[in-house]
Structure formats: structure tokens, C-alpha cells
């Protein structure tokens, strides 16, 4: 199985500071990586998918980039209602696996 | 608008069972692969098991093979999960998710379902 390791697991932050959360892969998975957005008591919320390509109605604030084990999600200007726990997850092989979460604070 | 409504969760006992249910609507369900994802108390999320959009082709996590099943009725825009011999560490919200196919993102969420086993 492919591991996904998130880092750091919490930050906290201020509103309009720029954070960046990172996700290694166990192996190279290209470009295969997703990220998910969780706010407290609520599902999962689809990002970003194949590292940088942002869903329908997700803020440009948000961004994503990397290649085979080494990716980034980096919000430009961090806003009140970001803060949530952010999942990578790797669609590459099977099984599909989720890294351990970044809880955003603010 | 896409909506996915589990239900059927809660409290069993160890080795017990459980059959869970997710109601689909607002979209074309035949079109879509289904998965089911749990998240345990204060933990992350671990994908289950998926099933393609006719049903064909299924594929498990090592965790659940073995105990759990799923099933579809598209038909009835219904998907399914059995869970038999329940373990304490199965204790979770259990989420149903749409994707285009296998390998593709989860794109919808259900609201979640808790499942608890305990004694």
C-alpha cells in the first residue's frame, strides 16, 4: 500500500497569511493526488484533484502543486471559514490511501 | 443537486451485524462508481470498499474483506454495505462517495452514518 504522510499535522495561522501544508507520498504517484477540506462535524468536501486542477467553486486562494511523492496545498490568503482539516489523498493504486490530516487553525 | 443520505447506522455488539444504506438523488446513479469510507472517532479517513457504476466490479480494503459487502440497486438510486462480525475498531462515521470511476476523486459526500460496536 501506498503511505501518505501530511505534515505538519495543526498549524495555526492569522487571517491573509499564506500556508502551505505538505503531503509525501510513499512512492511516486505522478500526478495522481487529490485534497479534501473537512470542516468540524461535517463530510469531506472535494478540492483539488490530480495535484492542481481546483473543483467547480473552489476559491483560487486555494492551490496545489507537486509531482511523483512530494505535493503542496497552499492557501494564498488564509480566511476565517478555511479553518477545517485538510486530507491528501492518493489515487494512483490500489488501495487508495488518505494521509493523517492537517488541522488548520485560526 | 447531487444528495447522498446514509442511514442504518448504530450501536451493536461485538461480532454482531449491520446493514447500511445510502439513498442517492439529484443525479444520474447509474452513472457513477460508489465507495464507502469510515472515519473513526478523531481519526483520519480510510477508504473501505468500491463498486463500479453496473455493480461488476468490486474491490475491498484489507481491513473489511472478508466481513463486509457491498451491493448496489440502481434501480432504487440505493447503495449498500453489510458489515458482519463487527469488531470495536470498526466503530466509525461511515461515508458513501461518488466517483466517475475507479482511481478517480470522491467528488459528492453523504452526511455520514455512526456505527458503534461495543458491549
Known amino acids: 500500500d501506498i503511505h501518505m504522510t501530511q505534515s505538519p499535522s495543526s498549524l495555526s495561522a492569522s487571517v491573509g497569511d499564506r500556508v502551505t501544508i505538505t503531503c509525501r507520498a510513499s512512492?511516486?504517484?505522478?500526478?495522481?493526488l487529490n485534497w479534501y477540506q473537512q470542516k468540524p462535524g461535517m463530510a469531506p468536501k472535494f478540492l483539488i484533484h490530480?495535484?492542481?486542477t481546483l473543483q467547480s467553486g473552489v476559491p483560487s486562494r486555494f492551490s496545489g502543486g507537486g509531482f511523483g511523492t512530494d505535493f503542496t496545498l497552499t492557501i494564498s490568503s488564509l480566511q476565517p471559514e478555511d479553518s477545517a482539516t485538510y486530507y491528501c489523498q492518493q489515487s494512483y493504486s490500489n488501495p487508495v490511501t488518505f494521509g493523517g490530516g492537517t488541522k488548520v487553525e485560526i | 443537486q447531487v444528495q447522498l443520505v446514509e442511514s442504518g447506522g448504530g450501536l451493536v455488539k461485538p461480532g454482531g451485524s449491520l446493514r447500511l444504506s445510502c439513498a442517492a438523488s439529484g443525479f444520474t446513479f447509474s452513472d457513477y462508481s460508489v465507495s464507502w469510507i469510515r472515519q473513526a472517532p478523531g481519526k483520519g479517513l480510510e477508504w473501505l470498499s468500491y463498486i463500479s457504476s453496473t455493480g461488476g466490479t468490486t474491490f475491498y480494503g484489507a481491513s473489511v474483506k472478508g466481513r463486509f459487502t457491498i451491493s448496489r440497486d440502481n434501480a432504487k438510486n440505493s447503495l449498500f454495505l453489510q458489515m458482519n462480525s463487527l469488531r470495536t475498531e470498526d466503530t466509525a462515521v461511515y461515508y458513501c462517495?461518488?466517483?466517475?470511476?475507479?482511481?478517480?476523486?470522491?467528488?459528492?459526500w453523504g452526511q455520514g452514518t455512526l456505527v458503534t460496536v461495543s458491549s
Open positions: 490530480t495535484a492542481s
Open positions: 462517495t461518488t466517483s466517475l470511476d475507479w482511481l478517480l476523486p470522491f467528488d459528492s
Open positions: 512512492q511516486s504517484i505522478s500526478s495522481y
